[in-house]
């Protein structure tokens, strides 16, 4: 079946501006994940959905950042004043177990470049 | 664990030899582990897992041995192909919320 779609693929924004990353799990995954990988580096736990609730959102680096998954499935990642640091890949992933004890699968990614 | 910036430990092989990646994890109550392989411009690709309770795990061409002893992870792969180059990064996980990667070994096959 289909994998984890992520879109847009590329998101070229200035500072300041307002963007939406959107997440396509797999279907039937109950749990939902956000990391952020910046160049050199291993992803980064930002925020991480059980069904429809956000079960912990302790990576969540400000109050600019928030996501939503209003019906347990697709997701959205809002990210506002956009800064030139918040430029990295964002990833999603997705699992079957709501309690998490498998393994994530990972969507290609939305790579935002902030100017 | 921390990240530890831009230079990505590196290892080179010969095509067709063994491939021994090398993860030292930070959380002694971590349970869950995972290693993942990742090629340039994609998202992180599941290879092999393996729970705190086995020490030893085998899937087509990988194994991945658990040193909780030590806090240590490895993942061998057998007859090292081209395709096999990429970054490999081992995650663990001790609340299933969240997986704490660590800094990525970047692999290089030579034909």
Not at chain 1, 23 to 39: E, F, K
Not at chain 1, 76 to 99: F, M, N
Not at chain 2, 92 to 102: H, K, L, P, R, S
Request: glycine share 10%.
């Amino acid at each position: 079946g289909a994998g984890v779609s992520q879109t847009p693929s590329n998101k070229v924004t200035e500072k300041g501006k307002y963007v939406e990353l959107r997440c396509d799990p797999i279907s039937g995954h109950t749990a939902l994940y956000w990391y952020r990988q910046s160049l050199g580096q291993g992803p980064e736990f930002l925020i991480y959905f059980q069904g429809t609730g956000a079960a912990d959102d302790s990576g969540l680096p400000n109050d600019r950042f928030f996501a939503v998954r209003p019906e347990g499935s697709v997701s959205t990642l809002k990210i506002q004043r956009t800064e030139r640091g918040d430029s990295a890949v964002y990833l999603c992933a997705s699992s079957p177990v709501a309690q998490g004890v498998s393994s994530p699968f990972f969507g290609p990614g939305t790579r935002l470049t902030v100017l | 664990g921390e990240s530890v910036g831009l230079h990505l430990p590196t290892l080179s092989v010969q095509e067709g030899d063994n491939s021994i990646i090398n993860c030292a994890y930070s959380n002694s109550a971590s349970d869950y582990f995972i290693w993942y392989k990742q090629e340039s411009g994609k998202g992180p690709q599941f290879i092999i897992d393996i729970r705190s309770n086995m020490d030893k795990r085998q899937g087509q061409r990988v194994t991945v041995l658990l040193n909780k002893t030590v806090k240590h992870l490895s993942l061998q792969i057998a007859a090292t192909q081209p395709g096999d180059s990429a970054v490999y990064f081992c995650a663990e996980t001790y609340t299933g919320n969240q997986f704490y990667f660590g800094t990525g070994t970047s692999l290089t096959v030579i034909p």
